[in-house]
């Protein structure tokens, strides 16, 4: 994974890094609370050899030096572990009192420096006594034969008294940390696998080939937007549109989404409103029937009696009460799409064309009715309307890809912000 890659993803899983991280803390915390001390005691040996009778003082240096090596492996055997459980009297088995006892040889020098490490302080201290006991006996036993002395070992420090060792709690919290901001990667790593989903401007433009033409707040349940900061996001779109219009002729233009709960009903009744506030003559049709875009249409099948020719276009239509020159015609029921065929859909948008300056149309999701892509055939543009964190990049990409192979033109993408809970970026 490049850097950049990372980062991406750290910033558009901030809210989970963030978690991560402050679970990461409190665990470390905690832990830091929970583990209980060590106590350590320390004894600091002196090794040495006599002088020789010619005496030669490097040689023995040398060899004192060779000992001390051998002496700080001994102290943590199995060896002195036995002889300090005798000295000491404590509980222990010889090998947990081994697992307890280290030993350093000081740089340089034949200083023996040995640590005893217990969870309690009194079981440190007897441990350390002892060891401070037995190294010269167990190393006289096992070097000394007859009456030659030829090392010697004695204690010159310690044993000290007990102090108390664990972690520091900026160490803990450090190590929090550290997880905390593994964990937030590994499964912020894991969704984009895992659950991939669009959640940037740039990916929807990138994946659909197409410009962005605005984005807008819509309301969760559909209908034409109202208030001021909605009115004005629709405005820029229809500017946005109003530029594309200058150099092509897009009077009938198709709003879809690439799946459901993208708030394309209400991106097509915004961009109809809108269109009319400037004086035209616009016609807002909706055939999708699962979000009723109409304000006050006669009825939800009127537009299957037109496509049927049971009515007349002028029969079924009603005009808005909040917006003068905009016309919506009652969406098609749900379980009567049959009625919209390529025949029936190019006679209603033909005689659209000619009563109306626009029309704007609400197609069903692409993944939810082979109609979309009829409509869009039959449309001078398609809008597409994206929620960020809704779909995925393979469904927003293959809604592009369906759009142009019908023979569509996607003129571009308007991001909806749906208001509520469904708002929330995944």
Not at 126 to 131: Q, R, V
Not at 157 to 164: A, D, I, L, M, Q
Not at 282 to 300: N, S
């Amino acid at each position: 994974m490049r850097t950049s890659d990372a980062m991406t993803i750290i910033r558009r899983s901030w809210v989970t890094f963030a978690a991560s991280v402050l679970l990461g803390l409190g665990l470390g915390a905690l832990v830091h609370q929970l583990t209980p001390p060590n106590f350590v005691s320390a004894v600091d040996f002196y090794v040495s050899t006599p002088t020789s009778k010619d005496g030669n003082l490097s040689a023995a240096s040398q060899f004192a030096q060779t000992r001390v090596d051998t002496y700080v492996g001994l102290m943590s055997s199995d060896y002195i572990a036995a002889r300090v459980v005798a000295s000491s009297g404590v509980d222990l088995l010889p090998s947990e009192v081994r697992r307890s006892i280290a030993a350093t040889n000081r740089l340089n020098t034949v200083v023996i420096s040995a640590t005893v490490t217990s969870g309690s302080k009194e079981t440190s201290a007897a441990l350390a006594k002892g060891l401070a006991a037995v190294m010269g006996p167990a190393v006289s036993n096992l070097d000394n034969v007859g009456e030659v002395k030829a090392v010697q070992i004695d204690v010159i420090s310690g044993p000290t008294e007990p102090v108390e060792s664990r972690p520091g709690l900026l160490t803990s919290l450090a190590v929090g940390l550290a997880a905390g901001l593994l964990f937030g990667m590994l499964f912020a790593v894991a969704l984009q696998v895992v659950r991939p989903r669009v959640t940037e401007i740039d990916d929807v433009t990138r994946l659909t080939s197409t410009g962005l033409l605005g984005t807008v707040e819509v309301p969760s349940a559909g209908g034409r937007p109202k208030g001021a900061a909605q009115a004005h996001g629709f405005r820029k779109v229809r500017s946005a549109l109003r530029a594309e219009d200058a150099e092509t002729r897009q009077q009938v233009l198709t709003v879809m989404s690439a799946v459901e709960g993208e708030g394309h009903a209400a991106v097509a009744a915004g961009i109809a409103g809108s269109l009319a506030e400037l004086g035209d003559r616009v016609l807002l049709v909706d055939t999708d029937g699962r979000t009723p875009t109409g304000d006050g249409a006669k009825g939800q099948d009127q537009l299957s009696q037109v496509l049927s020719g049971a009515m007349s276009l002028s029969e079924s239509t009603s005009g808005s009460a909040d917006v003068p020159g905009l016309s919506t015609i009652g969406s098609m029921a749900r379980d009567d799409s049959s009625a919209l065929t390529p025949r029936t859909i190019a006679a209603f948008v033909k005689q659209a064309r000619h009563d109306y300056d626009h029309v704007v149309i609400t197609a069903p999701p692409l993944d939810a009715s082979a109609n979309a892509t009829m409509l869009a055939r039959q449309s001078d543009g398609v809008i597409l309307a994206v929620r960020l964190g809704s779909p995925s990049p393979e469904a927003l990409e293959s809604a592009s890809r369906q759009v142009r192979v019908a023979g569509g033109t996607l003129i571009g993408a308007v991001i909806t912000h749906v208001d509520g809970p469904r708002r929330r970026r995944v």
